[in-house]
């Protein structure tokens, strides 16, 4: 039995290349699918990877009560002074709290590619901010300096929009701000901002208050003493997330839209991709049939024949899953684009094909070369010895 | 037209392959159709303002900076401006985060001249509106979706703005009347559509009183628009507040293009789709006519120019793809109404699905031609001497 399967099995690969184009349509519509699907979840994956980086369990982001992001929270600058007092953070040798206030507002800056302008978020940091945020790094260039119109543009901006090299010039309501240089941060989405003094931004703005306090926590066991702290205090009226879960839900919403697009899309990819993986199955046991009729009358039972065949379809769809999950790696894994984040800002971002996607995709692939094996297998297993052998 | 019997039965010669074939097709069509619409509905977003005489100005450097109450005066006097209103984004919710409620402060009277002739509201309804300081006018759907009546108190919350009295989020409107738009194509921008009295939110806000977050402005000569959106701008230039004036529609969709290069995403899909796709028929068709040689030979022998061989086989290409697309166009038109409710905000037009017949008909040449060819160009003697 099992040797009849290895000899009916090689048969039918020995034999495949006789039947290249129509077996080719299997390859190239199963690669088309994965290709798709591995794709578009590459988009989610990036997004999600992004924001979830710039979130630490051990920093903490507080918020106006009620308010869901930093762009619609505003906290005067008493509330600030009395999250400063609060414990549970960070101390710097010279006892000040690892805090930084901090004001959030977009600029309009053209993007390169359309040309169009887009909402770029321009964030006013503490001085703290390296003590708070100590993944940032000035890569080129150099800091800006307090109280001054400079900043730092994140490089995932510098890649997306127009003006931010170190030199150029940024408009923002009635003032003009000089790149100074450019920083990383972990590839996070802080990358896609651009930075400058809290200070200088809310004179240019003519803004008291802050948006948003970020604080880096003594450990993160100490969150909860921190946010007890603050919520009852009966003077604030604020919000205390972990930066992680903020941005997990920033992120939530647009990766959830993505995900079931291309799922749905590529679900419908793959039912047309059965037919064509059916037609090629037919196509080749009919070709066969002559072939395995002989089979048949020389003593193999019908099972190792339906093995065959659906082993061939498998082994093409197995091609055609790795061929297109190929695709995906080589022409979108890295490429940086940009999409209007949680809260009207925009987010860079590197489309992602993780080890898991690819295993996705050929999970996928196996499917659909399952599927379209099975009836023609059970065909091939039920051909009619005698006529077969007539016809022929 | 004689040989339409004839092409219909060469199709059908061998079954499941063209019922699978003509599946693949239909599946492909029902992907274009779908993903066109979308594409399109992005491309050219419904505004919420219909027409080209609209235009607004906004902060020039960023569009969360406020303008300052004054610049409305100064745009009521630039000639050729009909109406000039005032609103500020309120980012409002019902009860819960994902109830969002395009809740809008008008000013009364300025809004519906701007917008006029684009809502329908009663006429007790709106005197109502206008003698009730905390009212709201509601759109019909909206009213219905959450099952709101008129006389009930509606709460929202605000994700911005604390009110000045009790620093609370948690704003209260009367609903005194309903509003319905009239322009249908514009309905789904306003769905989620509540507008309540600017004065009263802007006495009751802790901050950024005497500032509007936007202007926009009606004019008597559209063709005048871009002129006068310059005008404008000029008006504030060099001061601490410039704006930015466009038309309305290409302010909504300059919104969109930020989401991303939508298209581009739709049209790789796309070609995938059909790539594949062209494979796949290209085989079928290829190999149907393979099968059927001596047939063909049989057809030139009994007088079959080799030009009507060449048609016979193109039309059988072209029926293969042309009749399925018409059905998976057909079925994406069926689908509207889901994709719809699934974008919210976003109209669709079933006119993008017109280009699809265009592609199917070129699909048909495409794969049509080599087994045509091939036919037309056969041998008599060879084919029937099943010489290959």
Redesign the interface.
């Known amino acids: 039995m099992f040797k009849q399967l290895i000899a009916v099995v090689s048969l039918s690969i020995r034999t495949l290349p006789q039947r290249l184009?129509?077996s080719?349509?299997i390859v190239?519509?199963i690669?088309?699918?994965v290709?798709?699907l591995v794709?578009?979840l590459a988009?989610s994956t990036g997004f999600k990877h992004t924001l979830a980086d710039a979130g630490r369990k051990d920093r903490v982001i507080v918020l106006?009560?009620?308010?869901?992001?930093e762009?619609?929270s505003?906290l005067s600058a008493n509330d600030y002074a009395v999250i400063a007092d609060a414990p549970g953070l960070a101390k710097s040798a010279d006892g000040h709290a690892a805090l930084s206030g901090e004001i959030v507002?977009?600029?309009?800056i053209p993007k390169i590619?359309?040309g169009?302008?887009?909402?770029v978020t321009?964030r006013g940091v503490s001085l703290s901010v390296g003590q708070v945020r100590p993944e940032l790094k000035v890569v080129e260039g150099r800091m800006f300096r307090p109280a001054v119109r400079e900043l730092i543009a994140g490089m995932g901006a510098a890649k997306q929009f127009r003006g931010l090299g170190v030199g150029q010039v940024v408009?923002?309501?009635?003032s003009e701000w000089t790149v100074t240089g450019r920083f990383t941060s972990n590839g996070d989405a802080h990358e896609s901002e651009l930075m400058a003094d809290v200070d200088a931004v809310r004179s240019a703005?003519?803004y008291s208050g802050y948006s948003s306090a970020i604080g880096l926590l003594s450990s993160a066991d100490s969150f909860t003493v921190l946010k007890d702290a603050l919520t009852t205090n009966p003077q604030l009226?604020v919000e205390v997330t972990d930066e992680h879960a903020y941005y997990a839900k920033q992120s939530q919403q647009l990766a959830q839209v993505i995900d079931v697009v291309g799922n749905v899309?590529a679900a419908?990819?793959a039912?047309?991709?059965t037919?064509?993986a059916?037609?090629?199955m037919?196509?080749s046991v009919a070709t066969r049939s002559m072939e395995i009729a002989t089979l048949r009358a020389i003593g193999f039972s019908a099972f190792p024949v339906l093995l065959s065949v659906m082993f061939e379809s498998l082994l093409l769809a197995l091609i055609g899953g790795m061929a297109g999950g190929a695709l995906a790696w080589v022409f979108f894994n890295g490429h940086s684009?940009?999409?209007?984040g949680g809260a009207?800002a925009?987010v860079v971002f590197s489309l992602t094909v993780t080890g898991r996607l690819l295993v996705t995709g050929i999970v996928w692939a196996c499917f659909i070369g399952v599927l379209g094996g099975l009836f023609p297998a059970l065909r091939a297993a039920r051909v009619p010895v005698a006529e077969a052998l007539r016809a022929g | 037209m004689q040989y339409l019997p004839l092409i219909w039965s060469n199709l059908w010669r061998k079954k499941t392959r063209t019922i699978f074939t003509l599946l693949s097709i239909v599946i492909a069509f029902l992907l274009f159709g779908v993903l066109e619409t979308v594409d399109q509905a992005f491309a050219h977003p419904s505004t919420g303002v219909s027409g080209a005489d609209k235009l607004i100005s906004t902060n020039k450097y960023s569009i969360t900076l406020t303008l300052p109450f004054s610049h409305v005066q100064q745009v009521r006097s630039v000639p050729g401006i009909e109406a000039v209103t005032w609103i500020t984004w309120f980012g409002g919710y019902y009860q819960e985060q994902k109830n969002f409620v395009f809740a809008l402060p008008i000013d009364t009277q300025s809004y519906f001249d701007v917008h006029k002739g684009e809502f329908v509201v009663d006429r007790d309804q709106m005197r109502a509106f206008e003698n009730n300081r905390s009212g709201a006018l509601v759109n019909i759907a909206l009213l219905k979706k959450f099952g709101w009546k008129i006389g009930d108190k509606l709460p929202i919350h605000s994700t911005i703005w604390a009110k000045k009295s009790d620093g609370s989020l948690d704003w209260t409107f009367d609903i005194v009347g309903t509003f319905d738009v009239k322009d249908s194509t514009q309905a789904s921008a306003q769905a989620y559509s509540v507008l309540f009295h600017y004065e009263m939110f802007d006495e009751g806000r802790s901050f950024g009183n005497g500032t509007v977050g936007w202007l926009e402005e009606r004019v008597t000569d559209p063709s005048q628009a871009p002129e006068i959106a310059k005008h404008i701008d000029a008006l504030f230039a060099n001061s601490p507040n410039e704006t930015k004036t466009q038309p309305a529609n290409e302010f909504a969709t300059s919104f969109m293009k930020q989401l991303g290069d939508i298209g581009f995403v739709l049209r790789m899909i796309l070609a995938a789709v059909f790539f594949a796709l062209l494979f796949l028929t290209g085989n079928t068709s290829m190999q149907s006519v393979r099968d059927r040689i001596p047939e063909f030979a049989v057809l030139k022998t009994i007088g079959f120019s080799d030009l009507r061989v060449l048609g016979l086989v193109l039309a059988e290409a072209l029926t293969l793809c042309v009749v399925p697309a018409i059905v998976g166009l057909a079925l994406s038109f069926a689908l509207l109404p889901v994709i719809k409710r699934g974008l919210q905000g976003v109209e669709l037009s079933a006119s993008s699905l017109l280009p699809g017949i265009g592609v199917a008909i070129l699909l048909g040449v495409l794969i049509g031609l080599p087994p045509a060819l091939r036919a037309m160009r056969l041998s008599i003697v060879d084919a029937l001497a099943n010489r290959r």
């Open positions: 184009g129509a080719s349509v190239i519509g690669a088309s699918v290709a798709v794709s578009v988009m106006r009560g009620g308010s869901d992001n762009l619609s505003n507002t977009v600029v309009n590619d359309t169009t302008d887009a909402n321009l408009k923002l309501r009635n703005i003519e009226k899309v419908i990819m039912i047309g991709a037919f064509g059916l037609n090629t037919y196509s684009v940009s999409t209007l009207f925009q």
